[in-house]
């Protein structure tokens, strides 16, 4: 499994030496502490360093003061907060302009007619969804059905629910 701050591949001395130099100007002084001792040049000395700091960096995991995340739960927690404005958290990355970061595709697990005959949608991953236009449906919307939602323009967001024609939407919580 590939951690998101490459912990296990730096405790172990088996990172490149520019991931590593990338890692260490991004990631935590715990995780620091453990590349530092690469650079011991003593094989017992270097073995002590990395036991003393693989430790502390476990203790820190333990006591929840690092939090190390893989690539599949980034990817998980970025799309349980897609269509929210948010401040940039670099923990998640910067795939905002991939095309992962663009547009959610998941199934509808509620629906309920909102005021003005508006469309509102829960989703598989946790968001409700409100439709801001006054477009309707041919088959009306339902749990179960496929929505995929992506970015449109001025920061607007559009749906397409099993096929059909887009509608604007917007993210409520």
């Known amino acids: 499994m590939r951690l998101y701050w490459?912990?296990?591949?730096?405790?172990l001395g088996l990172s490149g030496g520019a991931s590593a130099q990338s890692?260490?100007?991004?990631?935590?002084?715990?995780?620091?502490?453990?590349?530092?001792?690469?650079?011991?040049?003593?094989?017992?000395a270097r073995l002590a360093c990395f036991d003393r700091s693989v430790s502390?960096?476990?203790?820190?995991?333990?006591?929840?003061?690092?939090v190390t995340l893989d690539r599949q739960e980034v990817r998980k927690t970025r799309r349980s907060l897609f269509g929210l404005t948010l401040p940039s958290?670099?923990?998640l990355g910067d795939e905002d302009n991939s095309?992962?970061?663009?547009?959610?595709?998941?199934?509808?697990?509620?629906?309920?007619e909102g005021p003005g005959?508006?469309?509102?949608?829960?989703?598989?991953?946790?968001?409700?969804?409100?439709?801001t236009d006054t477009r309707n449906f041919i088959v009306d919307p339902k749990a179960g059905q496929?929505?995929?939602i992506?970015?449109?323009a001025l920061g607007s967001y559009t749906a397409n629910i099993n096929n059909q024609r887009g509608i604007k939407v917007k993210r409520i919580n």
Not at 6 to 11: E, N, Q, R, T
Not at 56 to 66: C, F, H, I, P, Y
Not at 99 to 112: K, P
Request: glycine content about 8%; charged content about 25%; aromatic content about 4%.
């Open 99 to 112: 095309e992962e970061g663009q547009e959610i595709e998941t199934r509808i697990v509620r629906t309920a």
């Open 89 to 91: 958290l670099r923990i």
């Open 6 to 11: 490459a912990v296990a591949a730096a405790a």
């Open 146 to 148: 496929t929505i995929k």
């Open 23 to 44: 890692a260490t100007k991004t990631s935590p002084a715990i995780v620091n502490e453990v590349l530092s001792c690469r650079s011991v040049s003593d094989a017992a």
């Open 117 to 131: 005959g508006k469309w509102i949608f829960d989703l598989a991953e946790g968001g409700r969804w409100a439709q």
């Open 56 to 66: 502390a960096l476990g203790e820190a995991q333990t006591k929840g003061d690092l």
């Open 150 to 152: 992506r970015r449109a």
